[in-house]
């Protein structure tokens, strides 16, 4: 029985492709502009009939201000299949909605040449990088109080410095520290307070009274339950409303009241209010609400006035947990990205643990081993913004493709170089594919130009990067994967990383999951 497809056949597939493809794909006569076909997914992506699309220009698919840059990339560009970023598509009711667009090579029939380009609504993943926005600006601003709760010796320069510390990231427009009073009125008096829309709170009576019909707000709330309470967005929100024009006039759109209590003896709360509606998620409320409890914990050390010696004793302590508590709070990060390409899920993981284990062998201080696994667990977070198909395609990548790929590590300073670590972890990650010869990237450095921490991690990542599968391959077994490592010990690598790394694994003192595989 012949399993040849009959051209009739073929053509019935063909014909369904172009019915059941998710994206909306529009085919237009290059040299006009002029749709001449388009799938269902166009319609519902325009909304538009086929009928009333074709005979359209292409470049009336979108909005006004794209309109002479599609002109030239679509009409007048190259002849090769491109892949366009940062476009938008308008619907016929005005709505815009941000796409990827790929289009093919033309095709030509009968007199005339046509392009097929293919729209892929990508709103979804820029939730995504909002989400991911979010906790940056959290961990930021977590990074720069953590600092302050470590400096300063008294309550009032304490409140000061968190508040100047959240407010340099320039999303929250207002941050002050409001105290809860005891007296029959409950009022929360403010004892610290910044940002540009700090004169919001002129002539602001605040209470945390259950008797006052207007603080039922977040403030209110959060002191009397302690529990944080924010808003998404304060002007739609109804008990935001006696404060609803003074929010519009000084831009606020959303806010967070965190409480926190020291010993027992002094209770209050820590609000944050944002520039854009939707600033605060998860992450961020556990971010703060862990920020609100070292307040507490910090309030309570100065009030003891232990003697010098105990105080410097008990904040290198602190400062310890503090280091701690920003590296786990970074994990989401690693958690959004991996969701995005199960292929890598645990990758960055591993590659923390061989690293750190690496680091030890060779006499590394705890502290600056610390910062080495910091670097590791977020080294590739820059493939946030490399789309799912690409990371996940089987077959070989386009010079394009391959690009956005390489990319990924100076995204990835990009996304960390705002949060001040007390280690150069942004530089880390963004040197981890940049090899001894000066035949990495993103900037070919050569020799001592490079970290040592990122010498470690690189040897670290790549081991466990072939003996894990990938798409386009099977995993290598470990032996090969050491013999390979070895090959390029001194000229790539890091020989003394390498050959450490090496020493672990066959002298079974290295016990991890790699990829497919369990080394022990």
Request: one cysteine or more.
């Amino acid at each position: 029985m012949s399993h040849e497809i009959t051209p009739a056949a073929k053509q019935s597939l063909y014909a369904l492709g172009w019915a059941s493809a998710p994206g909306g794909m529009f085919a237009f006569e290059k040299a006009s502009g002029k749709i001449i076909d388009a799938n269902p997914a166009a319609e519902e992506m325009s909304g538009y009939s086929r009928d009333q699309l074709i005979g359209l220009h292409i470049t009336m698919l979108h909005p006004e201000a794209e309109r002479e840059q599609v002109k030239a990339q679509f009409l007048n560009g190259t002849l090769k299949p491109l892949f366009y970023l940062s476009f938008h598509i308008q619907h016929q009711d005005g709505q815009c909605a941000p796409v990827n667009i790929k289009s093919s090579y033309p095709i030509t029939l009968g007199d005339r040449q046509v392009m097929i380009c293919v729209y892929r609504n990508t709103s979804d993943l820029e939730l995504s990088e909002h989400h991911l926005t979010t906790k940056t600006w959290a961990l930021s601003a977590f990074a720069g109080a953590a600092l302050a709760l470590t400096h300063e010796h008294s309550a009032a320069s304490l409140f000061k410095a968190i508040c100047e510390a959240i407010t340099r990231e320039s999303i929250y427009t207002l941050a002050f520290v409001g105290i809860a009073e005891n007296g029959p009125d409950k009022r929360v008096d403010i004892a610290a307070a910044t940002g540009a829309a700090v004169s919001f709170l002129d002539g602001q009576n605040l209470s945390w009274s259950e008797d006052r019909p207007d603080e039922n707000g977040p403030i209110g709330l959060s002191i009397r339950s302690n529990q944080a309470q924010f808003l998404e967005n304060c002007v739609e929100h109804p008990a935001f409303e006696p404060f609803r024009e003074q929010a519009r006039r000084f831009g606020i759109q959303s806010c967070m009241s965190v409480p926190f209590s020291a010993q027992g003896q002094m209770r209050g709360a820590l609000v944050v209010y944002a520039e854009h509606p939707h600033a605060f998620g998860q992450v961020a409320v556990e971010v703060f609400q862990n920020l609100a409890d070292q307040i507490g914990r910090a309030i309570h050390a100065i009030e003891q006035k232990q003697h010098l010696l105990d105080e410097q004793g008990h904040t290198a302590k602190l400062q310890s947990q503090l280091t701690e508590a920003l590296s786990a709070m970074v994990l989401p990060i690693v958690t959004a990205m991996e969701m995005r390409d199960p292929f890598t899920s645990g990758h960055q993981a591993r590659v923390a643990e061989i690293a750190v284990a690496i680091a030890r062998e060779l006499g590394w201080q705890e502290e600056r081993i610390g910062g080495l696994r910091v670097a590791a667990t977020v080294h590739d977070v820059g493939k946030i913004s490399v789309p799912v198909e690409i990371l996940t395609k089987s077959g070989p990548l386009t010079g394009v493709e391959r690009m956005m790929i390489d990319a990924h590590s100076e995204t990835g300073h990009t996304i960390l170089k705002g949060i001040p670590f007390l280690w150069p972890v942004a530089e880390i990650v963004r040197q981890h594919h940049e090899k001894l010869d000066g035949s990495g990237y993103p900037y070919g450095l050569k020799g001592d130009q490079i970290l040592p921490e990122t010498r470690i991690l690189t040897v670290a990542d790549m081991a466990d990067a072939m003996v894990s599968d990938r798409p386009y391959r099977r995993a290598f077994d470990l032996e090969k994967t050491l013999a390979i490592m070895e090959e390029e010990a001194g000229t790539k690598l890091d020989a003394e990383a390498v050959r450490v790394c090496a020493a672990l694994f066959r002298e079974k003192r290295l016990v991890i999951p790699l990829g497919k595989q369990y080394i022990r």
